[in-house]
């Protein structure tokens, strides 16, 4: 069954701290992607990827890094964490093509204090 | 920009009433959006629920219906009869036809409650 495991499932970041965050997939999927959701808010896409070792700016990027070391792993990464990142972080995984189906991760519940 | 605006929950129903949770989408972008409901169960990732691409035409899984209805722009959820399972929270979402996955966008979720 398609998987997207992510790591960890919940995270206390101090503010200006580093946090990585970290996605894996075992559906040989190429395209992987990372969201965020804020409360009262729909998920907002930050990076995604569509081959290993390229990387695409989403939606709301700024903050953010990512990266596609392989076709399985893709990690976001907060070089100086912030209060406002303060969210729940989904990464995703699906095929190339157009409107293929997307599989999720469970999240990953972020707090910058 | 796209949006998509949904039922706000919480939501409570009880077991074997009927659910309609609403979905209205404005899609700048693009006429006829393709329209999605997603679900994510307690302690589980977003999966799909259903999908719909042709304007007037029904979805349908689980026991859920939704009808793209492209006058209304609306794309509400409806369920007959609900289950304790089916406390989750739904989620409607679209994307410009053709184009991929990366331009999905997401309404804020509806959590369901059922009570037994």
């Known amino acids: 069954e398609a998987a997207v495991t992510q790591s960890p499932r919940s995270k206390v970041a101090v503010t200006g701290g580093k946090v990585t965050l970290s996605c894996h997939q075992t559906?040989?999927?190429?395209?992987m992607y990372w969201y965020r959701q804020d409360t009262g808010h729909g998920l907002r896409l930050i990076h995604y990827?569509?081959?290993?070792?390229?990387?695409e700016k989403g939606d709301i990027p700024d903050g953010y890094k990512a990266s596609r070391p392989s076709q399985e792993n893709f990690s976001l990464i907060l070089e100086l964490a912030s209060l406002s990142q303060t969210a729940v972080y989904f990464c995703?995984?699906?095929?190339?093509?157009?409107?293929?189906?997307?599989?999720f991760g469970k999240g990953t519940r972020l707090t910058v204090v | 920009g796209d949006s998509v605006t949904q039922t706000e929950g919480p939501v409570t129903v009880s077991e074997s009433e009927s659910l309609i949770i609403n979905c209205t989408y404005s899609?700048?972008?693009?006429?006829?959006?393709?329209l999605f409901w997603y679900v994510r169960y307690p302690g589980e990732g977003l999966q799909l629920l259903l999908k719909?691409?042709?304007?007037?035409q029904k979805g349908s899984s689980r026991g859920f219906e939704a009808t793209y209805n492209k006058e209304t722009t609306s794309f509400h959820l409806q369920k007959a009869s609900v289950q304790e399972s089916d406390s989750a929270v739904y989620y409607c979402?679209?994307?410009?036809?053709?184009?991929?996955?990366?331009?999905?966008?997401f309404g804020a979720g509806t959590k369901l409650t059922i009570k037994p």
């Open positions: 995703a995984s699906s095929d190339e093509g157009r409107d293929t189906e997307v599989f």
């Open positions: 559906n040989n999927h190429d395209y």
């Open positions: 990827s569509y081959v290993a070792d390229s990387t």
């Open positions: 899609a700048t972008s693009i006429a006829y959006p393709n």
């Open positions: 719909v691409i042709t304007a007037g």
């Open positions: 979402a679209l994307a410009p036809a053709n184009y991929g996955n990366e331009k999905i966008t």
